[in-house]
């Protein structure tokens, strides 16, 4: 039994419910069960207005709970993807590519490469016919470990339940509704029916200048941000260099995973679709986390030496409050604040000092206390501290520093 519980607006409530009843009618032909939902508090909250990424207006959401009791094929064999062929218009001169769309979760996570080859994409392991079809299938055995690519006639072959394929289609089918389900809780499903058709193509180097100014939400806001954005014609040339970064990386990604085939079969064309949005939003999204681990790799390293004074400009990431042991009683708050080239301060404020808010970029005076180490990543904790909010032009190249840092 899957149960997910989500916030959504009160509006979206009937756009969900005709998704629920798709799947449910799907559901009843193939006597499985169907999902059920049950609307619970309501509350008065703020609303995302999608286009100018802000809160808009105060509206009520409710809460709905939703279930359902997905079943799969018992045996030998188990289904865990399907394998489409990804191509564009005339536009895209030729490129074509795989896409893997996992259907459950399994122990190896990834199908083998052999099954990115686009030129066997539509060929059945069981029949040996390499003809036209929307897709094939992946089967594991879940004894010999063996992966077999079939077609949706020939899948009989390897599941006792006749319902086999459609419980496949089925599981796809509950996909786009979580999807769904998501996308009403960020308040989308009216808008998109308010906004009208949505164009079939946008040109990759413009959809992922677009996804750049939107990176810090899910994939999935990403996607649908950077599509408004292109069609509405919005100006996005700031993360020109960005954007052709992130391309080139994509397109020469190494590794045979599953997702990085997708990436360098999605960002291979010159113009995408719908279909293969989100898995560019999400590259994005993965590019920059990249370079923040690769940033955090270099900047690994300790400040000074223990008993030594320090002086530094810094930027507050947060403040973890904590009761203290120690006298005066109450509460006391660990600051975690990062120097302009990455490296890491850490400083524990007593309840009678004055504590630091997230965020701030702060010009600070004390002493080197000690050096430990966190979850592998070397920090330096300081003490006797004096802090004020930076300023002043001998400190504007460093703050510079780190709002840069920031915005990226």
């Known amino acids: ?52 990424d802000r809160v808009t207006v105060a509206v009520m959401h409710v809460w709905v709970v939703i279930e359902q009791a997905l ?67 992946v089967v594991h055995n879940r004894v010999t470990g063996q992966y077999r690519r079939v077609g949706s006639t020939c899948m009989d072959k390897f599941f006792e339940d006749d319902n086999a394929l459609a419980l496949a289609q089925l599981a796809e089918l509950f996909k786009e509704v979580e999807e769904k389900v998501k996308q009403a809780a960020r308040g989308e499903l009216a808008k998109k029916e308010e906004y009208g058709i949505i164009r079939p193509h946008y040109p990759l180097t413009d959809f992922v200048r677009a996804a750049c100014s939107h990176a810090y939400s899910s994939a999935g806001e990403v996607a649908e941000k950077a599509k408004r954005d292109v069609e509405d014609g919005l100006d996005t040339t700031a993360h ?15 590794g045979n995973t599953d997702y990085e085939n997708n990436l360098r079969t999605a960002y291979g064309f010159e113009y995408i679709d719908s279909s293969l949005a989100g898995i560019v939003a999400s590259g994005v999204l993965q590019h920059r986390k990249a370079q923040r681990l690769s940033q955090q790799a270099s900047a690994n390293e300790f400040t000074g030496d223990p008993g030594v004074e320090l002086e530094a400009v810094a930027q507050v990431e947060s403040v973890k409050t904590f009761a203290s042991k120690y006298p ?38 004390g002493r080197i206390h000690r050096h430990t180490t ?15 909010i930076a300023g002043g032009i001998a400190f504007a190249p460093m703050v510079n520093a780190l709002v840069n840092d920031e915005a990226r």
Request: hydrophobic residues 35%; neutral net charge; glycine residues 6%.
């Open 328 to 365: 005066p009683y109450g509460k006391a708050a660990m600051h975690a604040l990062k120097l302009p080239d990455g490296r890491q301060l850490v400083w524990f404020a007593s309840p009678r000092e004055q504590w630091m808010q997230e965020g701030q970029i702060v010009q600070l005076q």
């Open 1 to 52: 039994m899957t149960t997910q519980r989500h916030r959504i607006p009160e509006h979206n409530l009937p756009y969900l419910e005709k998704e629920i009843d798709k799947f449910n009618r799907r559901a009843a032909k193939l006597s499985a069960e169907p999902i059920t939902y049950r609307v619970e508090e309501a509350d008065v909250g703020p609303l995302m207005d999608l286009f100018l």
């Open 374 to 388: 966190y979850k592998g990543l070397k920090q330096t904790q300081v003490n006797k501290l004096t802090w004020t």
């Open 240 to 254: 020109e260099s960005e954007a052709a970064e992130i391309i080139d990386w994509a397109r020469n990604i190494h």
């Open 71 to 137: 079943s799969q094929a018992e045996g030998e064999w188990g289904l865990v993807a399907r394998l489409s062929q990804a191509k564009g218009d005339q536009k895209n001169n030729g490129h074509r590519g795989v896409v893997v769309r996992h259907l459950t979760r399994w122990e190896d996570g990834t199908v083998p490469a052999e099954f990115h080859d686009v030129d066997r994409v539509h060929e059945c392991d069981y029949c040996e016919q390499n003809r036209r079809r929307k897709g094939t299938y």
